[in-house]
């Protein structure tokens, strides 16, 4: 359970409640999966979308039910909660005798949490009932704006007496770009990328594309083969966005059992193709005027939560008729 002082420091109290009950006291988990959740334990909303398991165990007291209620009090923004409080769970006549929650009446169902803006918390707030026979609680008309304290003070629940909590964010979704990031060995393309001002043309998640990125080492070589230094390369945007674009295939995710020999791929450079040579199995070699073949090192890496992009990592610069 967690204790008042903590609850203060979170802004529970006053936010949602002014107090944990002097009557009674029970101790309160909440885990998904193989995670229980403590003092504002961060969850993603992936992590936190299924039904949570709940354990209760009376410490003092003496009721027959208990009601179950949880709400996220930072909508839509922690800045700006103007739909304070969401409900996201509602359980009432949990039978007290064996605190099993599946044996309550569901009034409204889980959802898990989809916060648009900030770090939200999502509050487990656990209350006695007051009588020994069940309430009779209808679903709610809506979920936002769904006050603890009104419901506490409707059914004469009083003060909660166990809180859990946790918290949870908007995960940011993955494209090329991002993905691109995350690999050591694409930095000189992240920069290059960055220098044309091509980030949100690849970023745009409802567009898929097949990328084909040059590493660290290949565009290395490709500097000195073109007698160029990064510096020249990146401060000339022009070219640099020619040869960026010539890159990517627009309008398709190919993933490497799509390409086949002898294969043309229309790229973002206006009337440039790439040409695909397969003369192996497992070898995959990409063809371009400008420059020797470039070959398939690591193949169909994910890159586009909304559409499923594709990155092929090549150990080469593709280089169209400049």
Same mark, same amino acid.
């Given at each position: 359970m967690v204790a008042e002082a903590i609850l203060e420091e979170s802004g529970i109290i006053p936010d949602l409640i002014d107090g944990l009950s002097t009557t009674a006291q029970a101790e309160l988990s909440v885990s998904f999966g193989d995670v229980t959740i403590e003092d504002g334990t961060f969850l993603t909303p992936e992590e936190a979308s299924v039904v949570p398991n709940v354990s209760i %165990?009376?410490?003092? #007291?003496?009721?027959?039910?208990?009601? @179950? /209620?949880t709400l996220d009090p930072d909508a839509p923004d922690p800045a700006n +909660?103007?739909?304070?409080?969401? @409900?996201?769970?509602? =359980?009432?006549?949990?039978?007290a005798d064996s605190a099993d929650i599946t044996l #309550?009446?569901?009034?409204? &169902?889980?959802?898990g949490p989809n916060p648009p803006t900030g770090t939200h918390r999502y509050v487990f707030l656990l209350y006695e009932q007051p009588a020994a026979d069940p309430l009779q609680?209808?679903?709610? %008309?809506g979920i936002a704006n769904f006050s603890a304290r009104d419901f506490s003070a409707e059914y004469e629940l009083g003060e909660p007496i166990a809180v859990a909590y946790f918290t949870s964010a908007k995960q940011p979704s993955s494209n090329t770009v991002t993905v691109a990031q995350s690999v050591p060995e694409l930095s000189t393309l992240v920069a290059a990328v *960055?220098? &044309? #001002?091509? =980030?949100?043309? /690849? &970023?745009? +998640?409802?567009?898929?594309?097949?990328v084909f990125a040059p590493t660290n080492d290949a565009f290395a070589a490709a500097l000195a083969r073109l007698n160029f230094t990064a510096e020249e390369l990146l401060g000339n945007t022009e070219l640099l966005t020619d040869v960026l674009s010539y890159h990517v295939v627009p309008g398709a995710a190919a993933k490497a059992a799509d390409l086949s020999d002898g294969l043309v791929l229309a790229t973002l450079l206006q009337g440039a193709n790439?040409?695909?040579?397969? !003369?192996?199995?497992?070898?995959? *070699? /990409? /063809?371009?005027? #400008?420059? !020797?073949p470039s070959r398939v090192i690591q193949a169909d890496v994910p890159a586009g939560d909304a559409v499923g992009s594709i990155i092929h990592v090549v150990d080469g610069v593709l280089v169209p008729e400049l």
């Amino acid at each position: 359970m967690v204790a008042e002082a903590i609850l203060e420091e979170s802004g529970i109290i006053p936010d949602l409640i002014d107090g944990l009950s002097t009557t009674a006291q029970a101790e309160l988990s909440v885990s998904f999966g193989d995670v229980t959740i403590e003092d504002g334990t961060f969850l993603t909303p992936e992590e936190a979308s299924v039904v949570p398991n709940v354990s209760i %165990e009376a410490v003092s #007291g003496s009721a027959a039910y208990y009601t @179950l /209620l949880t709400l996220d009090p930072d909508a839509p923004d922690p800045a700006n +909660p103007t739909r304070r409080s969401i @409900l996201h769970w509602l =359980v009432t006549n949990i039978p007290a005798d064996s605190a099993d929650i599946t044996l #309550g009446d569901v009034v409204s &169902a889980w959802r898990g949490p989809n916060p648009p803006t900030g770090t939200h918390r999502y509050v487990f707030l656990l209350y006695e009932q007051p009588a020994a026979d069940p309430l009779q609680v209808p679903a709610p %008309e809506g979920i936002a704006n769904f006050s603890a304290r009104d419901f506490s003070a409707e059914y004469e629940l009083g003060e909660p007496i166990a809180v859990a909590y946790f918290t949870s964010a908007k995960q940011p979704s993955s494209n090329t770009v991002t993905v691109a990031q995350s690999v050591p060995e694409l930095s000189t393309l992240v920069a290059a990328v *960055q220098a &044309a #001002g091509l =980030v949100d043309a /690849l &970023a745009n +998640p409802t567009v898929p594309l097949t990328v084909f990125a040059p590493t660290n080492d290949a565009f290395a070589a490709a500097l000195a083969r073109l007698n160029f230094t990064a510096e020249e390369l990146l401060g000339n945007t022009e070219l640099l966005t020619d040869v960026l674009s010539y890159h990517v295939v627009p309008g398709a995710a190919a993933k490497a059992a799509d390409l086949s020999d002898g294969l043309v791929l229309a790229t973002l450079l206006q009337g440039a193709n790439i040409t695909v040579s397969i !003369p192996a199995p497992g070898d995959v *070699q /990409l /063809l371009s005027p #400008g420059a !020797p073949p470039s070959r398939v090192i690591q193949a169909d890496v994910p890159a586009g939560d909304a559409v499923g992009s594709i990155i092929h990592v090549v150990d080469g610069v593709l280089v169209p008729e400049l």
